[in-house]
T-cell receptor, first 113, second 113 residues
Framework: AQKITQTQPGMFVQEKEAVTLDCTYDTSDPSYGLFWYKQPSSGEMIFLIYQGSYDQQNATEGRYSLNFQKARKSANLVISASQLGDSAMYFCAMRGFSVKLSFGAGTTVTVRA | NAGVTQTPKFQVLKTGQSMTLQCAQDMNHNSMYWYRQDPGMGLRLIYYSASEGTTDKGEVPNGYNVSRLNKREFSLRLESAAPSQTSVYFC????????????FGAGTRLSVL
């Protein structure tokens, strides 16, 4: 079984500052993938970034980067230079050998002007 | 590009009524999924179809049935709706490969009175 834990229900960040969203995971699969999704108030789920368990480097996609610490089983999302449009709920998810994703409970980010 | 299309967007049912949620994808993906999202709980997998002709239970399958009609379409049926099935339902699809990223539809907001 896989478990994803997001311990921050909500966070506030000032515009143009960076914010780190925590995600820890637990799995017995030797190979797995980690994902982050964004859900704005409109409700759709938007894929942001992927990290494979055997990837040597941390994933980056524009202003999003994933701080992957395998030994600590953490996959934190860093959003740099926050914008008002980054206000949303963010979900960490993980996939093991199966095609199934397991999601965390999410973190709400509010960007202040 | 349509991506993953869900119908309807909103639905209100009375307890005991039945309905089918429709999902279609135009990305030629092999795998399709149905999730429900409840406040504070992230997304939970109801059923999935790893490939055309196969379906499997997810985390919360009770009270639901699915049909993988063809490669494009994957429907979710509530035979006898209950208030506990009030939720937002998401369909997703993925095309395989190392990342096997899931792409989501816009969701269906269902209320059971």
């Amino acid at each position: 079984a896989q478990k994803i834990t997001q311990t921050q229900p909500g966070m506030f960040v000032q515009e143009k500052e960076a914010v780190t969203l925590d995600c820890t995971y637990d799995t017995s699969d030797p190979s797995y993938g980690l994902f982050w999704y964004k859900q704005p108030s409109s409700g759709e789920m938007i894929f942001l970034i992927y990290q494979g368990s055997y990837d040597q480097q941390n994933a980056t996609e524009g202003r999003y980067s994933l701080n992957f610490q395998k030994a600590r089983k953490s996959a934190n999302l860093v959003i740099s230079a926050s914008q008002l449009g980054d206000s949303a709920m963010y979900f960490c998810a993980m996939r093991g050998f199966s095609v199934k994703l397991s999601f965390g409970a999410g973190t709400t980010v509010t960007v202040r002007a | 590009n349509a991506g993953v299309t869900q119908t309807p967007k909103f639905q209100v049912l009375k307890t005991g009524q039945s309905m089918t949620l429709q999902c279609a994808q135009d990305m030629n993906h092999n795998s399709m999924y149905w999730y429900r999202q409840d406040p504070g709980m992230g997304l939970r997998l109801i059923y999935y179809s790893a490939s055309e002709g196969t379906t499997d239970k997810g985390e919360v399958p009770n009270g639901y049935n699915v049909s993988r009609l063809n490669k494009r379409e994957f429907s979710l049926r509530l035979e006898s709706a209950a208030p506990s099935q009030t939720s937002v339902y998401f369909c997703a699809s993925s095309g395989g490969g190392e990342k096997n990223i899931q792409y989501f539809g816009a969701g269906t907001r269902l209320s059971v009175l």
